[in-house]
């Protein structure tokens, strides 16, 4: 990464590594004079197996992330997805800004015009699915562009066959998403620090704040960048006329973000104001977020923290601005959500967009093995390990649905019951994903949202002929810890099953 006043030969006192070039035996083609568009971009993927390799990685990317996008049942911060999807524009607006729900709107308005479509869990989750392949190629670039194209190839990979961000291109949340927008964002900022100019640096404010409009966490990383690129531009001086691309970059971001900031603000502390009632604390924050990035594997990640290190210590000795701008935002991200995780509930999903600075320093780690090997075969043998490492966690995440299953007890409940029986769902926002695959009117039932022993007892005592089915699943600790909801159940009510997370009981 080049910096303003930084002479180039001097920007990382390197130490010469000889680093293989897959496209070191091939024929280049792709300089013909007046060769028209689709010559170039044919001569170039002839020639290019780094490009030939990207659209094999893109291709498996898309027929993991497409592939049975229906299979799990939505649960429910799916069906809140849905729920706030419904809401055209104005409406959405008026409930993030009156404190109805805390996340920006973007993603529910994409959602809303994917809703045209057909209201079914595959319309729902294609949005997610398609950026979380577009993140792919992204990654290769913004790895190319930080390290080199071998980081970049890997890193790449790493992505499309990371069981983490395959399960979240698989949600109809905003994580992929919002992912793809950092990544991007990113992306342009080497861009702009490396080439001269203006526009690299509106393109790269354009992206972090889509990136804010997507999840308010991102804004950790987007400040972080900035941070980090004034910090180094004060301690060599650079002068202010230099820092005109970053002036318009800040003015756009401002721009885009402004209708969100006084927004953001109220949401964090409607967020903080109360106790977390669910999702990890301090350490164990990041050591199962780490866990989540390598598979849902222990042992591979600590093989995989193994290699961030010795990565990261191979891009010091070669390229120390890049170093020193991953480790800063890596620190910074995961430290700063490990200290909200003491104020606010967090899960490891809220750090998707560290993704790609943890991928590319792994990636990385292949350049310590070029100082006895410069071998190209080195980067081949990678990539198989990669696929490797990662087919126990894709094949977990086809054959193993952990999502509570809402459709299920729906058809269950819809054979079981007669007309003027009453569901009971426990807690009461659960009825957001159980609606969405049960009608109670076509059933000829009444349903109820409760969430504590009170409103069973009253139910009991207005109780005549009907029967009283529950459905409640392990959230129903948090909303009522007393405990007398389910203690009143075991009580009063036969238990009927459990189907992945819902327990169903049966008052007579």
Known sequence: MKMPGRKMGKENEKRELTIPDLDQMKNIHSHQKNAGLFSELKNALLSSRYLQILLVLIFIAAVLRLYALDLSPLWLDEALTYRWSLHPFSEYWGLISTGGEVSPPLFYWMEYAMLSFGHTEITLRLLPAVFGILTVPVVYYLGSYAVDRNAGLLAAALIAFSPFHLFYSQEARMYSLMLFFLACALLFFFRAVKEEGVRWWLVFGLFSGLAFWTHFYSGLLIAGVYIWHLGMSLKRKVKLSQLKGVACSLAIL??????????????????????PTWGNRGFEVLTTTLSHFSGYSAPIAV???????????????TKRDTCSLFAWLFILFLGGNVALSYFMSMAPRYFIGILPVFFIGIASSYLALTRFLPDRRIIYLSLVLIVLVSVPGIVHHYTVVEKEDWRYVSDLLAQSTRPGDTVVVMPAYMTNPFDFYYDNVTDGTR????????????????????????????DLNAADPSGEAIQWMKEHAQFAGNQRGVYVFVVV
Do not use: N
């Open 447 to 474: 349903e109820i949202g409760l969430s504590s022993a009170e409103g069973l007892h009253s139910l009991l005592t207005q109780k005549q002929e009907e029967k009283i089915f529950i459905a409640f699943t392990d």
């Open 254 to 275: 401002v721009v885009i973000c402004l209708p969100l900031l006084v927004i953001s603000l109220g949401s964090m502390v409607r967020m903080t104001s109360r106790a």
């Open 303 to 317: 093989i995989f923290i193994a290699l961030f290190f010795i990565g990261m210590y191979m891009i010091w000795l």
